[in-house]
């Protein structure tokens, strides 16, 4: 607790004793306080009014079961979680995710994030997460809609295009929102087109929505980029992931010249030294779901694979690293590694995929390091224009989403730069979006009154 101000250590020890068992979120609520001490010092009525401890407490906790029967007539039983966490500027909006390591402490670990990256977007949406310890590795797709519904039989009633608006995450994409959408849409006998986001164009999405987070994540690096008057052209960049967030990574980097090399998914990395062929690994991983060694045999000779076991995608030397596949997948010990590679950026384009001792090293070598609360928001911002556009029932082209997107993606950037330089960081992003998000967030919950 050494860095954390002394009028906020026991804040933290009391979140810490009532949140037992829940790493994940300990770490989440510690990197935030971390940034926190300057701005009780400018604003001490936010601990009068007990606002940090306020802000920790998610608004409502939802635990339930899940029902299922598989293909070969077996029931199944998962565990479904929605965390409403903080309403203050909009209804809860945050994505639901299905993997086997999803229980409350990851779900209440996201919802935070969430609360501040929602914040820093500038829209009107509050902070909630949810998803279930279900694993879809597998699975057919009869058994995924009947999970999917059975899931949305008890979501429904929590739900609302002004309550809460769920969306996609690691497990949950375009498929999954098609079925928990029908199921919503039958149980309550209304079209509600604002009440999941992630929909398909033909019923309601977004354009550029699938793309959103990744594209958001590269113009996020690239405008850390330009403040060292520099940018992607001919840089060598490794993405780990190959999911929907790596991917558009991938595609928006290409797009602006730089060179990505690498990728990887659970079972290992691929190391492609003439540039990932994008098209080859969407057909493996987003229409065939395949393993990452697929792209290698499929590649030849020129191509290499290693196993997960063997190393880490971060021991590919590169200038830009954009961690795209999970929480903590980026060590203290990568860091090093990265930083002695001669590393200039890392962009988190997944939610706090850098451990604490990791973003440590960065910093410490002055690497640029763009926090996933505002490097990756650009996915949640474009689920915000999409119930804009559902709302005015309208829909608007890829062109206008993508430049909308672009727009939020370097005001979010500025503003982290803007109140870093304030509070006498320059450079220093993971405070300039901690204390510009909870800011946000904490001036409306004291004009809202003890609620
Ligand atoms: N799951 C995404 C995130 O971590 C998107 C959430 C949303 O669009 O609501 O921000």
Redesign the pocket.
Known sequence: MTNIDEKLQPILAEVIRRNAGEPEFHQAVLEVMESLGHVVAKHPDFLELALIERICEPERQIIFRIPWVDDSGQVQINRGFRVQFNSALGPY???LRFHPSVNLGIVKF?GFE?VF?NALTGLPIGGGKGGSDFDPKGKSDGEIMRFCQSMMTELHRHLGEQTD?????IGVGGREIGYMFGQYKRLNNRYEAGVL??KAIAYGGSRARTEA?GFGNTYFTKAMLETRDTDFDGKRVVVSGSGNVAIHTIEKVQSFGGKVIACSDSSGYVVDEAGIDLELLQEIKTRRRERISEYARRRGSDVDFVKADSGSVWDVPCDVAMPSATQNELSGKNARTLVKNGVIAVGEGA?MPCTPEAIRVLREAGVLFGPGKAA??G??AT?ALEMQQNASRDRWTFEQTETRLAQIMKSIHDRCAETADEYGAPGDYVLGANIAGFVRVAESMRMLGVI
């Open positions: 909006k945050g994505g996201l969430q990256k608006v769920p969306a996609g995450d986001t992630g987070t939610n990756n928001a996915g949640v689920s």
